[in-house]
């Protein structure tokens, strides 16, 4: 399979199973809103991972592993980046971002769609539910999961403010700095005027303030 924008299908295969979702079909916006959602919460602290649409893993005739890229239309990856990427903007909260790549196939009427989901600092919820990765799975993060999901982000909401997907909660204005005061030789020099701010030199015919 070629690399396209730094995705390489075979080195992303070796990646532990919770990182990569594989849909060989991707029929169903809202699973792939999930997959992504639980890919961004990242319970286990894995850097985030990948939605790849249009293949999956199979077994060979010996046992081994190995990659089915059919690949999607044209109208299904629109699709897909309509109805399931748009989602993440409107309808998961937070809202989320992600990156899509196309890599072409064998077929050149069909492409796999890669999302690159980054791991959030930020807990997301789709359809009022917490999801999560567990092992091959996207799941519902339910009762203790849940806690210690929560407990996660909270623990990193002081870490990487300055990054772009996250807002510092506060901005501190240093304190200007003092003007520098006037030579001793100019402050002898001068002298205070009742209305005026201004000081004349006595040796001089210009101003100083």
Known sequence: MPVVEGID???????????????LRAADPKDVVRSVVAIANDL??????????????AENAHGFQRLVA?????QEIKRIQDKAVGALRSQVSPPLAVRTVEIPVSDPARRILV?????SPQAHQFEKEYWIRSGRQTQSARNGVLLELN???????????GR???????????APAPAPAPPPDARHRCRSTTRSSTCTRSTESSQCS
């Not at 299908?9 to 849909?23: G, H, Y």
């Not at 407990?151 to 403010?161: F, H, I, P, T, W």
């Open 115 to 119: 999302i690159v989901v980054a791991q």
């Open 70 to 74: 059919q690949g999607l239309t044209a």
């Open 9 to 23: 299908l075979d080195e992303i295969r070796i990646r532990e199973s919770e990182r990569v979702e594989w849909k």
């Open 151 to 161: 407990r996660q982000k909270r623990a990193g909401a002081s870490v990487d403010l």
């Open 44 to 57: 286990h602290n894995l850097g985030g991972g990948y939605i790849v649409c249009g293949a999956e893993e």
């Open 164 to 174: 772009d997907d996250r807002k510092p909660l506060c901005v501190t204005h240093p």
